[in-house]
């Protein structure tokens, strides 16, 4: 299953945390750490991630993410079928495909691994919660 899930790149997680929750979102402190807020709705939901790690994004902008339950291998597979190239990348957070829309946007299919992204935090300084 895909889910639909937008980044917020920010200067402050916290402070972007506590303003979304204030909004009705719920933090899955499972999925969260010093870097990263995982934020759930009812419908949906939204990442908040420090700017100054995420290679290069800038405060302020949002990118579009799909994140799978599924192995990346068998995504890539069913959209090859479909005529997508897909290569599979090894990331900080565990592993992802990207793909450029008609529009020239990237977007990613990501296959989260959170002990790793927690770990990647720890690493580069940011103290994983």
Not at 18 to 28: N, P, Q, S, V
Not at 45 to 52: K, T
């Amino acid at each position: 299953m895909l889910t639909v899930q937008p980044i917020r790149y920010v200067t402050d997680v916290e402070a972007s945390r506590k303003f979304y929750e204030g909004l009705g979102l719920e933090l899955d402190a499972e999925a969260s750490f010093s870097v990263w807020a995982q934020l759930r709705a009812d419908a949906g939901g939204v990442g908040i991630h420090d700017a100054a790690v995420s290679k290069g994004r800038k405060p302020g902008t949002a990118e579009l993410q799909l994140v799978t339950d599924e192995k990346l291998e068998d995504v890539a597979a069913r959209l090859a079928v479909k005529g997508y190239h897909c290569t599979i990348h090894d990331e900080d957070f565990g592993r992802s495909i990207r793909l450029t829309d008609p529009d020239g946007v990237e977007l990613q299919i990501q296959e989260i691994d959170y002990a790793k992204a927690k770990h990647s935090a720890g690493a580069i300084g940011k103290n994983p919660d």
